[in-house]
């Protein structure tokens, strides 16, 4: 799914984060081996298996954007 962007990308939902609580929490990204935030987003982006399934449910799901009509 690598490649694959959605509203989903950012750090916090790929299977390479780590929170770390020591003294203070700090998040860092395995893969790349350095320290990062929650809503960064890079290109190696790998998305956990519940984020997989939001987005295909998302993406199987129509989506109605126009309002109800009367």
Known sequence: MNGHYSRFHCCATC???????????TYRCVRLGFETKP???FNCWEPKEIVKRKMEK?????????????
């Open 58 to 70: 998302e993406q199987k799901s129509p989506r109605n954007d126009s309002p109800p009509e009367p």
């Open 39 to 41: 809503t960064y987003q």
């Open 15 to 25: 299977i390479h984060f780590e929170v770390v609580k020591k003294a203070r929490t």
